[in-house]
């Protein structure tokens, strides 16, 4: 499947915008820090206590908040989203909010065979699956024994059979670990009717990263003919139209945050599973949301913390710069 439509990131009057004039219109929105997968490049944080997390009320407020200053997009990450319980109802709850055009789900698929059906009910319109090897032990070895690759399977395959409007498959490649099956993951997505995405190593935990344009040529050494493509997205990958000699065919997605910055078209924010605003991935300043909530905030100082947090966002991450690098563990921020 094609990657979603791409709406233009115009300023929206009242809209969220950092000081470079870049408009926030998607949010990442963490339901969990908890993961029953250990990956490697996913450093581990200390789990929340239960009430350290957002309520399902306190959610809902803040998606319509952000809705109202231009958001059009929420997608619900982790941790691992599915293993909170009230996975569909907030799914349904955010997809009810005005203004929200898609809600879409990044999962390790561990739970997606059995809510597949749930969630594109309650209105999750898109599923990115994360699927970085088809060898069982090598996937257990990357992602800890709780990493069951049939299981990763039946769920890709349900959320196939469910007709959402965008389906991908998400491999960070990994050298001398994935970077040999970079064909054949291709192939499988495409099977499957989902579009195959490439995602560059980025420094929250362990392995040795290879540059979207190593990953590039050594699909096209496997007999996958790459040519450009006009294909966008809501986030920040690049697509390229990939065919093999069979005929098999479709898009590939390159997500390289180190080698191929993408900052100057940064539309993103999040909030992280502690209830915590982050305008940056690769920044450290962090707005208490919850806190501020439970303090009774009303919805003009929420708006007033967060448009001044986006005020000091900088230009660009330096996720390449080991000597600024301050990063925040990725579990819990939902990448």
Same mark, same amino acid.
């Given at each position: 499947?094609?990657?979603?439509?791409?709406?233009?990131?115009?300023?929206?009057?009242?809209?969220?915008?950092?000081?470079?004039?870049?408009?926030?219109?998607?949010?990442?929105?963490?339901?969990?820090?908890?993961?029953?997968?250990?990956?490697?490049?996913?450093?581990?944080?200390?789990?929340?206590?239960?009430?350290?997390?957002?309520?399902?009320?306190?959610?809902?407020?803040?998606?319509?908040?952000?809705?109202?200053?231009?958001?059009?997009?929420?997608?619900?990450?982790? =941790?691992?989203?599915?293993?909170?319980?009230? !996975?569909?109802?907030? /799914?349904?709850?955010?997809?009810?909010?005005?203004?929200?055009?898609?809600? *879409?789900?990044?999962?390790? =698929?561990?739970?997606?065979?059995?809510?597949?059906?749930?969630?594109?009910?309650?209105?999750?319109?898109? !599923?990115?699956?994360?699927?970085?090897?088809?060898?069982?032990?090598?996937?257990?070895? !990357?992602?800890?024994?709780?990493?069951?690759? /049939?299981?990763?399977?039946?769920?890709l395959d349900a959320a196939a059979a469910e007709g959402f409007a965008a389906l991908k498959v998400n491999t960070v490649v990994m050298g001398g670990v994935n970077d040999g099956e970079l064909a054949a993951l291709t192939r499988h997505a495409w099977s499957?009717?989902?579009?195959?995405?490439?995602?560059?190593?980025?420094?929250?935990?362990?392995?040795?990263? !290879?540059?979207? /344009?190593?990953?590039?040529?050594?699909?096209?050494?496997?007999?996958? *003919?790459?040519?450009?493509?006009?294909?966008?997205?809501?986030?920040?990958?690049?697509?390229?139209?990939?065919?093999?000699?069979?005929?098999? =065919?479709?898009?590939?997605?390159?997500?390289?945050?180190?080698?191929?910055?993408?900052?100057?078209?940064?539309?993103?924010?999040?909030?992280?599973?502690?209830?915590?605003?982050?305008?940056?991935?690769?920044?450290?300043?962090?707005?208490?949301?919850?806190?501020?909530?439970?303090?009774?905030?009303?919805?003009?100082?929420?708006?007033?913390?967060?448009?001044?947090?986006?005020?000091?966002?900088?230009?660009?991450?330096?996720?390449?710069?080991? /000597?600024?690098?301050?990063?925040?563990?990725?579990?819990?921020?939902? =990448?």
């Amino acid at each position: 499947m094609t990657p979603a439509s791409h709406i233009p990131d115009l300023p929206s009057p009242g809209g969220l915008q950092d000081r470079q004039g870049r408009s926030i219109r998607y949010l990442r929105l963490s339901l969990t820090d908890r993961c029953n997968f250990r990956c490697d490049y996913c450093s581990a944080a200390g789990l929340e206590a239960p009430e350290a997390l957002l309520g399902a009320g306190e959610l809902a407020r803040l998606v319509s908040l952000f809705a109202r200053l231009g958001v059009r997009r929420v997608r619900l990450t982790g =941790g691992e989203p599915t293993l909170r319980r009230d !996975v569909v109802e907030v /799914a349904a709850a955010v997809r009810a909010v005005p203004g929200i055009e898609e809600v *879409a789900l990044t999962t390790n =698929g561990h739970r997606l065979a059995e809510l597949a059906g749930p969630l594109h009910r309650a209105g999750v319109g898109a !599923v990115n699956v994360s699927l970085d090897t088809l060898d069982p032990a090598m996937l257990e070895r !990357v992602s800890g024994r709780g990493a069951r690759l /049939a299981d990763v399977l039946a769920g890709l395959d349900a959320a196939a059979a469910e007709g959402f409007a965008a389906l991908k498959v998400n491999t960070v490649v990994m050298g001398g670990v994935n970077d040999g099956e970079l064909a054949a993951l291709t192939r499988h997505a495409w099977s499957r009717g989902a579009t195959p995405r490439f995602i560059e190593l980025m420094p929250f935990g362990s392995g040795r990263p !290879v540059p979207s /344009a190593e990953v590039e040529r050594r699909l096209g050494e496997a007999g996958v *003919a790459l040519s450009p493509d006009p294909a966008r997205g809501w986030g920040p990958a690049r697509y390229l139209r990939g065919r093999c000699a069979d005929g098999a =065919g479709g898009l590939v997605g390159f997500i390289g945050a180190l080698t191929e910055n993408f900052c100057a078209s940064c539309n993103r924010a999040r909030i992280s599973a502690d209830g915590a605003f982050q305008a940056c991935l690769g920044g450290h300043e962090r707005v208490p949301l919850r806190q501020l909530l439970r303090e009774g905030a009303s919805d003009a100082l929420l708006e007033d913390r967060v448009r001044g947090a986006l005020w000091r966002k900088e230009p660009r991450h330096h996720m390449d710069d080991p /000597a600024r690098l301050v990063l925040l563990p990725m579990r819990g921020i939902g =990448g």
